[in-house]
């Protein structure tokens, strides 16, 4: 397929997927406070946790869409057997948490311009299966829908350079605390809290070879029903930075073989009742290998990451499965 031909048709839509794609271990909030304070009083003050972002959903030609209705479905499975401190080292006891959800992804991709964009706007649904084993004996499973997520953006057809072809979008999500959540449970499903979080896309592809990043800002409001065994007050995740990387190349018609990989830094300590926790900031890298199958306006892609330089979070292995499927609206006659 032409260039050409390639921007009259709805690519390779990762289209407006946003961070809440990787609900498997996204409600960690209230568990890893709960495993801090009962295996390492050292650090547990360090352990307020970011909600889970989008850490590596998002992949290959991901700045590529056009007009129409995009639908996807996002089955994913987290295992991590670690928690790391803010050195980086793990903290001991054998602590366990393993997650299953899938997130089911409606957008639409509008023909009306704004600044030379297309007007798209997005909603998700997490539907999740959490289990927490501690190193105490205590264990925690809760199951159902998460927080929703809804965006609204702005998506730009691709455009033509002189070696290759860019294309580019960007969007602002919000999270609402739809979630199942009780403030007597330690482990939920809701974060009860709202998430804003922008985030730029963009992909550069030349010949059969695409690089591709995703970069967000993440902020959020304060808890102020947190688990009564905390016995505090409120809480508050800090401000982060993070972003999804990936290259592949065109193996054959309908193939492609690449890299991906991710990167989160917290930059704002996490708050405890109003006050900053020193030392409580996090971070991670994953990196791993994926597969993307095609036809006609229907995607699968199979993606692997495992996780490093981890400081206050769990350290794991993630694998995520997504089905893509492209309605694209004709161009109206004039």
């Known amino acids: 397929m032409s260039n050409i031909e390639r921007s009259d048709t709805f690519r390779l839509g990762d289209l407006l997927v946003n ?13 890893l406070w709960v495993l801090c304070l009962q295996t390492a009083p050292c650090v547990c003050s360090a352990q307020v946790q970011l909600p889970t972002v989008n850490l590596g959903e998002t992949n290959f030609e991901d700045g590529f869409a056009a007009p129409g209705w995009f639908l996807q479905e996002f089955p994913e499975s987290y295992h991590a057997s670690e928690l790391r401190d803010s050195h980086g080292n793990t903290i001991p006891g054998t602590n366990r948490v393993t997650a299953y959800s899938t997130t089911t992804y409606v957008a639409y991709i509008s023909r009306q311009r704004v600044f030379g964009g297309w007007l798209a706007g997005e909603v ?75 985030y730029y896309a963009f992909t550069y592809e030349r010949k059969k070879v695409e690089f591709s990043v995703r970069s967000h800002y993440f902020w959020s409001s304060t808890n102020n029903e947190p688990f009564v065994g905390f016995g505090i007050r409120n809480m508050q995740p800090g401000q982060a930075f993070h972003v999804n990387y990936a290259t592949s190349y065109e193996l054959c018609k309908n193939v492609r073989l690449g890299f991906n990989g991710y990167w989160l830094q917290q930059v704002t300590d996490h708050k405890i009742v109003d006050a900053d926790v020193p030392g409580s900031k996090e971070r991670t890298v994953g990196l791993g290998p994926g597969i993307q199958l095609s036809g006609r306006e229907i995607w699968f892609r199979l993606n692997g990451y495992i996780e490093t330089d981890v400081h206050n979070r769990p350290s794991g292995i993630k694998v995520t499965f997504r089905i893509s499927k492209a309605v694209p609206t004709k161009q109206p006659q004039l």
């Open 124 to 198: 998700l649904q997490p539907l999740v299966d959490l289990d927490v084993r501690l190193a105490t004996g205590a264990s925690s499973r809760v199951s159902g829908l998460a927080d929703t997520t809804v965006g609204v953006g702005l998506q730009w057809a691709p455009k033509k350079t002189r070696s290759g072809l860019f294309v580019h979008r960007v969007v602002l999500d919000l999270t609402v605390p739809t979630g199942k959540y009780n403030d007597r449970r330690s482990v939920n499903l809701g974060n009860h809290l709202v998430v804003a979080e922008p």
């Open 19 to 31: 961070r809440r794609l990787g609900a498997a271990a996204r409600q960690m909030v209230c568990c």
